[in-house]
């Protein structure tokens, strides 16, 4: 699994169910320092800048053999750390800093919104889990890790070597994991007395996305400069 992980976007994908939620709304802005809000949860600005740099760095894995580098997030307004960086790896007379600053400027609305709404996503997920009344126990999230890590890795060597050209660690792994099983139990539990009828099944999981949406709709709001296609900000 880990290793199919290369953007954040293909981490929210795996978000089973919930990801069909695409939209979201509000009844306060995330004011008290939060980037975004999914009801009583908050996603804070350090946990919003931690994710960035682990998509810019999926995003840009290291060549084969070399050692990775510190992840250089695209950083608005003026974006001067991101044109230095592109400055000093592509050919000085490829590209204007104006241009830089443009290529600057999109790379870093496509990192956010791929870091927002994987986030998002994943409180989604959790919040319909609470109210599901589904939980899954620290001891399985861990289990569940290592059986992953265990088919994904020749050693302890070559995980660490992907924890570090990906910027995660592993808190960050365990926290996608959890999320993905509890989508898989969500899904599990609205498809259940369907049997083998998967169309049946089908139908009783865009229902319940259908609802979902609503429900999560008027409970997610982003701050000013985090607004996303999944705020209810969005315009």
């Not at 009583?40 to 990775?68: E, K």
């Not at 001067?80 to 400027?105: D, M």
Request: net charge positive; proline share 5%; hydrophobic share 35%.
């Amino acid at each position: 699994m880990f290793k199919l992980i290369r953007s954040i976007s293909q981490l929210g994908a795996t978000l089973l169910v919930v990801v069909a939620l695409s939209a979201c709304g509000g009844t306060r802005g995330a004011s008290d320092g939060a980037v975004a809000r999914v009801g009583s949860m908050s996603i804070s600005r350090a946990m919003y800048d931690h994710w960035m740099a682990i998509s810019v760095a999926l995003r840009n894995p290291p060549t084969p053999g070399q050692t990775p580098s510190a992840p250089v997030v695209p950083d608005p307004p003026g974006f001067p750390a991101c044109i230095a960086h592109l400055q000093a790896t592509l050919p000085a007379h490829q590209l204007s800093t104006g241009q830089l600053k443009a290529e600057c400027r999109r790379d870093y609305t496509d990192i956010q919104s791929g870091t927002l709404k994987f986030l998002i996503s994943a409180y989604w997920t959790r919040s319909e889990a609470v109210d599901q009344g589904i939980a899954v126990s620290d001891a399985d999230v861990q289990r569940r890790f290592d059986q992953i890590k265990q088919q994904s890795y020749r050693g302890e060597a070559d995980f660490q070597k992907f924890l570090a050209s990906s910027d995660q660690t592993v808190p960050d792994l365990l926290f996608s994991v959890k999320t993905q099983m509890l989508s898989v139990k969500i899904q599990q539990k609205i498809t259940k007395g369907n049997g083998k009828d998967r169309g049946k099944a089908t139908q009783s999981a865009l229902s319940f996305a259908q609802s979902s949406l609503k429900k999560w709709a008027s409970k997610t709001s982003c701050s000013p400069g985090f607004i996303v296609e999944s705020c209810k900000e969005f315009k």
